[in-house]
């Protein structure tokens, strides 16, 4: 099964960090790989994902599979057997550091011809998604979310800033 791992230290304890994994104001925030609808919840959900030149973003069932408050965080999406696509969140550490190791599996007979043309893509999405959940925890530690000026706010972050 096709797999690409990344690793990064972020700053702050692990449950920080678990809320903005699966909490779905903050995962919207940050704009994950995907954006799930019941993040927070083990279970059947939707989930939303954009394909480059679609207009719309396609929605599909997904399930959240694993939520072990602050250590580990899954969900996987797919057609069982024939393709499916399982992230999944990995935190150790401290108050000082967190270290998050962020998974992304393949499963299924299509997994092999579409993760050879996958991988590269997606591990830079990957990189990409745990700069932007770093740099939202960086934000998120100098505001609070009551009374910060809207103004101020970097466009991105402003859903959450209420």
Not at 77 to 87: A, N, R
Not at 125 to 141: G, I, P, Q
């Amino acid at each position: 099964m096709p797999q690409t791992v990344t690793r990064i230290t972020l700053h702050g304890g692990p449950l920080r960090i678990w809320s903005a994994l699966t909490d779905p104001g903050h995962r919207k925030a940050w704009s994950p790989l995907v954006l799930l609808d019941a993040s927070d919840e083990l279970g059947d959900t939707e989930c939303a994902f954009a394909i480059t030149g679609w207009s719309k973003p396609v929605r599909t069932p997904a399930r959240v599979d694993r939520l072990d408050k602050p250590d580990s965080y899954a969900w996987s999406c797919g057609i069982p057997y024939l393709f499916e696509f399982e992230e999944r969140f990995d935190l150790s550490g401290d108050d000082g550091g967190t270290q998050l190791t962020h998974t992304v599996t393949l499963r299924g007979a299509l997994s092999y011809p579409m993760g050879t043309v996958m991988l590269r893509r997606l591990r830079t999405l990957m990189v990409e998604a745990d700069d932007r959940l770093a740099t939202y925890l960086r934000w998120r530690v100098g505001h609070s979310v009551r009374g910060t000026n809207r103004q101020r706010v970097p466009q991105r972050y402003r859903s959450e800033a209420r």
